[in-house]
C-alpha cells in the first residue's frame, strides 16, 4: 500500500526545537519529490517546500524559507520538519505529501494524515 | 509569492451545478499547465481531485471537472451532493519552481 505516515502530535514551548517525521512506503521513495503543507488553526492550506530525496535538492516557498529546515534520510525513507525555535505562530497542523513522481511539478496524490503542532508558553 | 485567489463561499442544492474560481498571475496559472484542486474535509487529509488542470485520479468521480483561461482556473462540481460539502483548495506550479495554493473555498450543499 502506498502511504505516508507521519510523527505524532507535539506541545512544545517558545524557543523549543522540534523535528517531525514523514516515513514512506510502497512506492520508489528516493525518486519522488515529498512536499511539507501548513495548515494553522481555521486558515488555509500553505504550501512549505519539498524535497527530492535522492540529491536531498530542496525548494522553499520564500515565506519559509530560513523559518524551517526540510531535511531527509533515505536509507530509512524518511523526511523531516524541523525548527530550530518554535514561535506561537507555528502552531499548525502539518502534512507530509508527494505526487509519487520524480517530477516536482506534479500535483499531490499521496497525503500523510498531518502531525498537530502546538507551541504555547 | 501571493496565495491564488478563490472565493471565500459557493453553495448550491443538491442535483445542482457549481463553479469555483481561482485566480492567479502569469507567474503560476497563466504560465502553469499544472493546476490541481483538492477537496479538504475538516479532521481528514486533502484529497486530491483535479490535476493538470483536467485530469481526475483514480477513483474521483465524473461529476468533478477542471478547466483554465488565461490567469484563471475553475473547479466545477456537477450533480451537488451532500458529500461534496468540504473546504477546495487549488494549486498551481510557479515560474520559480514552487507551487502555491489558493485561499480556499468553503462549499456548502443547502
Known amino acids: 500500500e502506498v502511504q505516508l505516515v507521519q510523527s505524532g502530535a507535539e506541545v512544545k514551548k517558545p524557543g523549543e526545537s522540534l523535528k517531525i517525521s514523514c516515513k514512506g512506503s510502497?512506492?520508489?521513495?528516493?525518486?519522488?519529490?515529498i512536499g511539507w503543507v501548513r495548515q494553522m488553526p481555521g486558515k488555509g492550506l500553505e504550501w512549505m517546500g519539498i524535497?527530492?530525496?535522492?540529491?536531498?535538492?530542496?525548494r522553499y516557498r520564500p515565506s519559509f524559507q530560513g523559518q524551517v529546515t526540510i531535511s531527509v534520510d533515505k536509507s530509512i525513507n524518511t523526511t523531516f520538519l524541523q525548527w530550530n525555535s518554535l514561535k506561537a505562530s507555528d502552531t499548525a497542523m502539518y502534512y507530509c505529501a508527494t505526487p509519487g513522481t520524480g517530477d516536482s511539478w506534479d500535483a499531490f496524490h499521496i497525503w500523510g494524515q498531518g502531525t498537530k503542532v502546538t507551541v504555547s508558553p | 509569492q501571493s496565495a491564488l485567489t478563490q472565493p471565500a463561499s459557493v453553495s448550491g442544492s443538491p442535483g445542482q451545478s457549481i463553479t469555483i474560481s481561482c485566480t492567479g498571475s502569469?507567474?503560476?496559472?497563466?504560465?502553469?499547465?499544472?493546476v490541481s484542486w483538492y477537496q479538504h474535509h475538516p479532521g481528514e487529509a486533502p484529497k486530491l481531485m483535479i490535476y493538470?488542470?483536467?485530469n481526475r485520479p483514480s477513483g474521483v468521480s465524473n461529476r468533478f471537472s477542471g478547466s483554465k483561461s488565461g490567469n484563471a482556473a475553475s473547479l466545477t462540481i456537477s450533480g451537488l451532493q451532500a458529500e461534496d460539502e468540504a473546504d477546495y483548495y487549488c494549486s498551481s506550479y510557479t515560474s520559480s519552481n514552487t507551487q502555491v495554493f489558493g485561499t480556499g473555498t468553503k462549499v456548502t450543499v443547502l
Open positions: 502569469s507567474s503560476d496559472v497563466g504560465s502553469s499547465k499544472y
Open positions: 493538470d488542470v483536467s
Open positions: 510502497g512506492f520508489r521513495f528516493p525518486h519522488c519529490w
Open positions: 524535497i527530492y530525496p535522492g540529491d536531498s535538492d530542496t
